[in-house]
């Protein structure tokens, strides 16, 4: 299993962006799908954004669709989200996740394998 180390979280006031990494540990990086979950205080935790290991495909959940991206650099060993027009809403912990290979059920918290510690993001209004 890789290890995963998330960064770039921090207070940002609403209608701001921020971009969150994920730094891997470990060669089979590039063979991990991976995701971005997040839980707010209260809630259970959420799927977020998914991309294939190759990279190739990205998946949303319908509430940062078209606000959030998700992306990869298999050279780093990094994953990246992206996160624009930010709202109070998006304040969560936010954890990347990663398996091996391709699954259908790319929302499913289950289907991951290693996880990261979170990083908090806090949006104020």
Request: one cysteine or more; charged letters at 15%.
């Amino acid at each position: 299993q890789v290890q995963l180390v998330e960064s770039g979280g921090g207070l940002m006031q609403a209608g701001g962006s921020l971009r969150l990494s994920c730094a891997a540990s470990g060669r089979a990086f590039s063979t991990y799908s991976m995701g971005w979950f997040r839980q707010a205080p209260g809630k259970e935790r959420e799927f977020v954004a998914h991309i294939t290991w190759t990279a190739g495909s990205t998946y949303y959940a319908d509430s940062v669709k078209g606000r959030f991206i998700i992306s990869r650099d298999n050279a780093k060993n990094t994953v990246y989200l992206q996160m624009n027009s930010l709202k109070p809403g998006d304040t969560a912990v936010y954890y990347c996740a990663g398996y091996i290979g391709v699954s259908s059920r790319w929302s499913d918290q289950s289907t991951y394998n290693s996880w990261g510690q979170g990083t908090q993001v806090t949006v104020a209004s």
